[in-house]
């Protein structure tokens, strides 16, 4: 996510919107009663006005400015509520919805920017996105390219050697070609995950040339209608790109709550209110780890300025504030209470 204005005192924020991961985050930090403004599509009438004029529906684009009362997210972000700011053709109190997609450029304003949302923003900005292969291929062209927070960088295209006589007779194995590249473009980048993407049945054939090649335990199957230069943006658009990166923010999430139950057993940890906030006022905090779980519940019981007080603390302190939102980490978490903290020294030396 790109941050494009910034204006705290007046509680507002204009970003754009440079992945689907963006859509997520954004999800999160858009709240009911907030202000969602920018450019957007809109049916508008045309004429009617009297006699037997008879009006005409168009879309244009037109700034809106509306009051949150609804959000939607799957694979889009859909945002909805009534107008409060409009051209002189479209009637203030209209209903109205933002769809929030890649590319889109909104203002979100709040009464109030909490710890919670300051953070959610902060990790969109900075998020640094899994170590991504996308290998697009058919039977005669492959794509290589490697996923980046504005979009991808294309590595390679690599040509299929197809014999004109008969589409399936191959002067060379180039579904061979393909795994070996990728398994040398592993070796350099060490990636995360590799999208295998294809129109109908050819992954299978690159899929049969892995054979027990270990690359494999990397490998996810997407589907492309074909092989061009919008590609990889279709791609960028499937659904599996979202399971990966979830998959991805799952792992580093476990991989802290582990450690931070390690350390609780070594009394380097604390868990618990009012545990954490005594660790806060004797600044012996290094790291906060929250759950999202507890953050809503909190939220919807009317209790949320809390834990805004104890995240607040541990900025203060300088200290990382950790929320930690998938479901296998937010559930080992939540049987800790939901909120819990590692240390900067260990006080109990017994």
């Not at 991961?21 to 969602?36: A, K, V």
Request: glycine fraction near 6%; hydrophobic fraction near 35%; include cysteine.
């Amino acid at each position: 996510m790109k941050m494009i204005h910034k204006d705290l005192k007046h509680g507002t924020l204009k970003v754009k919107v440079d992945s689907g991961q963006d859509l997520w985050y954004l999800s999160n930090i858009i709240e009911i009663e907030d202000s969602i403004s920018g450019m957007t599509e809109r049916k508008v009438k045309i004429g009617g006005g009297s006699g037997d004029e008879k009006s005409k529906v168009t879309r244009r684009n037109v700034f809106l400015k509306i009051i949150v009362e609804k959000i939607d997210y799957d694979t889009s972000l859909r945002v909805s509520g009534k107008i409060t700011e409009a051209p002189e053709d479209i009637p203030r109190g209209d209903y109205h919805t933002f769809d929030i997609n890649e590319g889109t450029i909104v203002e979100i304003s709040k009464v109030k920017w909490t710890t919670y949302s300051l953070k959610k923003l902060d990790e969109a900005v900075t998020n640094q996105l899994a170590n991504i292969l996308i290998v697009a291929f058919d039977r005669e062209e492959a794509i290589f390219a490697i996923l980046k927070n504005n979009g991808h960088e294309t590595l390679s295209v690599l040509k299929g050697d197809v014999s004109k006589k008969d589409m399936e007779e191959k002067k060379t194995n180039f579904y061979q070609e393909i795994h070996l590249q990728l398994r040398e473009y592993d070796k350099k980048y060490l990636f995360d995950n590799i999208i295998l993407a294809s129109p109908a049945f050819w992954k299978e054939y690159v899929l049969k040339e892995m054979k027990d090649d270990p690359i494999i335990k990397k490998i996810v199957l997407a589907t492309c209608s074909s092989i061009d230069d919008g590609t990889i943006n279709e791609i960028l658009k499937r659904p599996e790109l979202k399971t990966v990166l979830d998959k991805d923010r799952a792992t580093k999430e476990l991989k802290i709550v582990e450690e931070l139950l390690g350390q609780i057993s070594k009394d380097n940890a604390v868990y618990g209110l009012r545990e954490v906030d005594e660790k806060i006022k004797s600044g012996n905090v290094s790291i906060l780890l929250i759950s999202e779980n507890l953050i809503l519940r909190m939220k919807k019981e009317g209790s949320y300025e809390v834990v805004e007080a104890i995240m607040s603390g541990v900025e203060a302190l300088t200290s990382e504030v950790k929320i930690i939102s998938s479901e296998d980490a937010m559930k080992k978490l939540d049987g800790l209470t939901g909120i819990a903290a590692l240390q900067r020294w260990r006080e109990n030396y017994s």
